[in-house]
């Protein structure tokens, strides 16, 4: 039987609406993503084709017109509450004391303990099932509208699903997840537009732009933890069981909530999410725990605008005030020049900071900070401190400008600003002590020499204490100058000199890649190694022939065409060789050998058989080009478990995501 395109609609939209109950409630994916595509632009053109079909709460229609005037003021159909804190056991005893008692119990009472998530309080209003408004909390009485940006978040059903509530309002809280925001800041920096102090602000202005579609591409989340009105419908005795009865609906739920029984379980639960505080996707500030039981919450009622049954049980901060006594500038191994703020020492984020990075001096002019400011600095998980703000009304009198200095702190070398580029440099090159140090630790470092035992401090001292002047003196240490360093024994001498040894039989694409010329990554290294072969070619390559390689663009080939024309790079290369560095001749291989050639793979995850780098040396052995992201070149993603973000774009842009076993069956 075929169907009238009307029909076809309804069924594509059932289906569309089921598929993303499964991905975004369930978290459990009902279709691979390519099929859900195929149905949405089924949908999308058969919407265009028949225009008369498209209703509001079409899975297509998400993102709406511009709004042209102010957001329009929203009344709650029950108040939005808010919560009281406590930070500390002793707070805690006391509220679950005052609960106990007002209850007339000593029995131990049940709570709902869920995340405190770090965003913006959102209602939202079904009528028949249908999203018809959603508000911002406002002053808790009235927020503001703003349905029209909430509909472009994708867990946002437009209709419910089930046995739904004629007229329902519900509570949650918008997220930016974590990626999103550090995705946004960084691409935000490069191109000079609005940088967000942290994920919450970044929560709060994306539901406030005018344009919904700027929102739609903000990334954005939501978890609905409490109901406000619902009507036509018989609601459980037990907050738990009435998430459980919103979540049927459609509504996604945070997946870490949890009914425990008595205040000494909540503790656990509060000390278990800090534990998984730095793995979850999104920023949460505290646990809340919640009397279960309805009839209770009625019982304990309200102070002021905050509820007797309901307490918010606070996380260390991860934002603090302190004051920036001194910016300092740091050279990398590329003659990069980056600002340093120097801190009073402050506890954030559960350690004490007293550094925090400034990025470039852009990031300090849109700051606008000064030496001996006090700012509010931002630790959050395993991200470098970051300065967040000044607090402008606290700036002292004698407060400082910071000025990039002309000359590199380190060597005294010129120091230069690309054109069109945030970025300053030293131009001492390996003249200058602090790029000679991260130019060896780089060379050291695993993907490239591979010297096992040569670790960071090491490289500092011998660095310091001169005997390592230039890469090749590497492979002049003796046992006596390595001896005579600190914590450095006879045993862990010898057997760096052993590893060092080692580290002479290597790879042509190893050895160019440990060069650290700029912009030249592993994947770079293996291409400028298996299409010019030798190490004479690589030296005199010209800009015009680097460009005839697959991938090697204008900014690449220069530095590479640089660095060759300097001639202690030069120097140092011959001295390497001279010292025994050594590589297998790279000989053509047939096309039968290089069955990969021309593909580009990408592996994620975590493999049983084999480390991802064991796997991608055998894909290159092969002729494949190994990238460590994915784009629309991609030929294949090999996903391991653990897969995340990678897996999540492969999926996105369509490109054929493997297993384990058929990788094996590629690489034998
Ligand atoms: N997880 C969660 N966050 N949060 C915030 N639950 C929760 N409950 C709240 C608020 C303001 O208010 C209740 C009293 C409904």
Sequence with gaps: MTLSPEQRVNELRKAINEHNYAYYVLDEPSVPDAEYDRLLRELQALEQEHPELISSDSPTQRVGAKVETSFEKVEHLR??????????????????????????????????????????????????GKLVKAATRGDGRVGEDITANVRTIKNVPLTLRGDFPKLVEVRGEVFMPKQSFEEHNALARESGEKVFANPRNAAAGSLRQKDPSISAKRNLSIYVYSLGLAEGIELANSHYQRLLQIKEWGLPICP????????????????????????????????????????????LGFVARAPRWAIAHKFPAQEEITTLEKVEFQVGRTGAITPVARLTPVFVGGVTVSNATLHNM?????????????????????????????????????ASSVEMPTHCPVCDSPVEREADQAIYRCTGGLFCSAQRKESVKHFASRKAMDIDGLGDKLVEQLSEAEVIKSLADLYRLTQEQLESMERMGEKSAS??????????????????????????????????ANELKTIEQLTQATEEQLLELSDIGPVVAHHIV????????VKIIEDLIELGVHWPAIVEKS????????????????????????????????????????SSKTSVVYAGPGAGSKLKKAQDLNIPVEDEEALLKVIS
């Design 591 to 630: 096309a039968d050998e290089m069955p990969l050639k021309g593909k580009t793979i990408v592996l994620t995850g975590t493999f049983e058989t084999m480390s991802r780098n064991v796997a991608k040396e055998k894909l290159v052995e092969l002729g494949a080009k190994v990238s460590g992201s994915v």
């Design 562 to 569: 640089s660095f060759f024309d300097n001639d202690e790079n």
């Design 79 to 128: 108040p939005m509450l808010s919560l009281d804190n406590v930070f500390n056991d002793d707070e805690l005893n006391a509220f679950s004391k005052r609960v106990n008692e007002r209850l007339v119990t000593s029995d131990p009472v049940a709570y709902v303990c869920e995340p405190k998530l770090d965003g913006s309080a959102v209602s939202l209003i079904y009528e028949e």
């Design 362 to 398: 852009d990031e300090i002019k849109r700051l606008d900070v000064h030496q001996g400011d006090t700012v509010i600095i931002r630790r959050a998980g395993d991200v470098i401190p970051q300065v967040v703000s000044v607090v402008l009304e606290r700036r002292p009198e004698n």
């Design 495 to 528: 057997n760096l000199i052993a590893a060092i040894e080692k580290s002479k039989s290597t790879t042509f694409g190893k050895f160019i890649y440990a060069l650290g010329i700029r912009e030249v990554g592993e994947v770079t290294a293996q291409t400028l």
């Design 256 to 299: 870490e909530i949890k009914c425990v029984n008595g205040i000494n379980e909540t503790l656990k639960y509060y000390h278990s999410i800090l534990d998984k505080r730095n793995d979850l996707p999104y920023e949460i500030d505290g646990v809340v725990y919640k009397v279960d039981s309805i009839d209770a919450q009625e019982k």
